[in-house]
């Protein structure tokens, strides 16, 4: 099993990120060092027997890390869901795109490897090794699976410029020249590598534009464009607890001619399959469960701020807190139970591998982008002004001219100063910070735009078909001529 000083080890090999207009080192750039750091620590946890992380893996016939394994029976579905949620409490489900999420859809893709099956050449087999790479090196795989924002009104195809969007340029004995972009590569600057493919459903003049495959990040002509970072705007930890360990880096990936060999491509121009690797294999559905066990975890810890703020307060006993901690606890359980429902109303897949029920799992992905909001919005409420009545920083708490006057009047009855403004520092990450605002964006966007995760995932599998049935059975059991009941007959 990798440890987490060989994943940091690994980051050291000249891959081209760039922040501010040049390329940096993500080993030593404050952007990236403390993600870097969180990152090797989901390593050792893994590493380590005690914490039951690990299992045989029957694809390479030795010990893996449970988070990338195959669930073929309902234990393994448990168990998988397990060792998630291990990493997911150390980061307190901070970090949404840790190396558990795009691993758990390779999982999938190579349980249903005959969906990448190709006449010309061994996609499957492609697929099932890469698995199998994954599984023995703990690999850390980001993805891009988004084309850049070009245009929303149309495809790749309809665009004014030739290939804006990642898409195949040429073909060589070799693999596949492609150039173009691919959108929202998170965790990409210090994943190992980064899996290139597109969700959004493509027409027929868009073929050059439907291809999946993985490249290291460190590939010649693959380049990482960051967003800004917030982490080495952080003053401290004490002051930005979260943005100083959880700023995960997102990234335009942009390719200039770059080869992609033959033994890493898994889809070639080919948009029936494009579409098919995410839903033919059951991956959108594992990798989404994976997803809100990490939201579970998040939102547990932000209920629990939300709780320890009204403690220190003084406002737990108020009617209207109590309605509004009420009302945050009902949101939790909902994510809470439809977790638990889609495990348990989870059934194989023709080729044996356990699916989360997708009623349960994609109902609650369809409030995603109401549940998140409403949350923070509860603790923006529960806090009020605390949070900006806090000192500029931990400075106002050591310096002989503010730290008396921070001990005397920034303080709680039976709370320290330094631990009310712990507390509110804390709640100003989740609600104010610029790291904060990121994660709403993210939480609203998590699984694509609102309207297509509950027009398309929600709609498509909550059944409406059986209980319409149901309901044509009930309204045909009468009709006009049927008898009236006695009191109508006298009247």
């Not at 559905?285 to 703020?309: D, E, H, P, S």
Request: charged residues 25%.
């Amino acid at each position: 099993m990798r440890t987490g000083q060989q994943y940091l080890d690994s980051l050291k090999d000249g891959r081209t990120v760039l922040v501010d207009g040049a390329a940096v080192d993500v080993t030593t750039h404050p952007a990236f060092r403390s993600v870097s750091e969180t990152i090797a620590e989901l390593y050792d946890i893994a590493a380590d027997p005690a914490n039951g992380m690990q299992y045989d893996a029957p694809e390479i016939a030795g010990t893996a890390n449970r988070v990338f394994s195959i669930p073929r029976t309902p234990e393994e579905l448990a168990a998988r869901r397990t060792a998630v949620e291990r990493w997911a409490k150390h980061t307190h489900g901070w970090v949404g795109r840790s190396p558990d999420h795009v691993g758990t859809f390779f999982a999938a893709f190579a349980a249903h490897a005959d969906v990448f099956a190709d006449e010309k050449r061994d996609f499957a087999g492609n697929i099932r090794r890469y698995y199998e790479r994954i599984l023995a090196e703990d690999l850390y795989v980001s993805y891009a699976i988004i084309p850049p924002q070009i245009s929303r009104a149309t495809t790749a195809s309809g665009w004014e410029g030739d290939f804006l969007q990642v898409g195949v340029v040429r073909e060589t004995e070799e693999g596949l020249i492609v150039r173009g972009s691919q959108m929202l590569a998170t965790g990409a600057a210090i994943a190992d590598e980064v899996f290139v493919t597109c969700i959004k459903p493509l027409g027929p003049d868009d073929v050059d534009f439907a291809v999946s495959f993985a490249l290291p990040v460190d590939t010649d002509g693959l380049k990482l464009m960051c967003r800004r970072p917030y982490a080495p705007q952080a003053t401290s930890s004490f002051d930005y607890p979260l943005t100083s360990r959880y700023d995960e880096p997102d990234a335009l990936v942009v390719f200039d001619d770059v080869l992609v060999p033959w033994d890493r491509v898994f889809i070639d121009r080919d948009t029936d399959k494009l579409r098919n690797q995410f839903f033919a294999t059951g991956a959108h559905a594992l990798g989404n469960w994976q997803a809100q066990t990490r939201l579970t975890v998040k939102l547990q810890f932000i209920a629990a701020v939300a709780r320890k703020v009204t403690q220190v307060n003084g406002t737990e006993r108020i009617p209207g807190v109590q309605e509004k901690l009420g009302e945050l606890a009902a949101l939790v359980s909902s994510v809470e139970s439809a977790l638990i429902a889609a495990q348990h109303t989870a059934e194989p897949s023709a080729d044996g591998m356990m699916v989360p029920g997708k009623r349960a799992l994609y109902g609650v992905m369809g409030l995603q982008s109401e549940t998140y909001p409403r949350v923070i919005a509860i603790l923006r409420d529960l806090v009020g002004g605390g949070v900006l009545q806090m000192p500029s920083g931990v400075a106002d708490m050591r310096s002989e001219t503010t730290a008396a006057d921070v001990e005397r009047y920034v303080t709680s009855p039976g709370v320290s100063s330094e631990e009310r403004i712990k507390l509110f520092r804390l709640a100003w990450d989740i609600i104010g910070s610029e790291f904060a605002g990121r994660h709403q964006q993210y939480e609203l966007f998590y699984a694509g735009a609102p309207f297509v995760v509950k027009g398309a995932y929600t709609y498509r599998n909550y059944g409406y078909e059986k209980q319409v049935a149901e309901l044509d059975e009930f309204l045909a059991g009468y009709g006009v001529d049927d008898h009236t009941n006695a009191y109508a007959e006298e009247n």
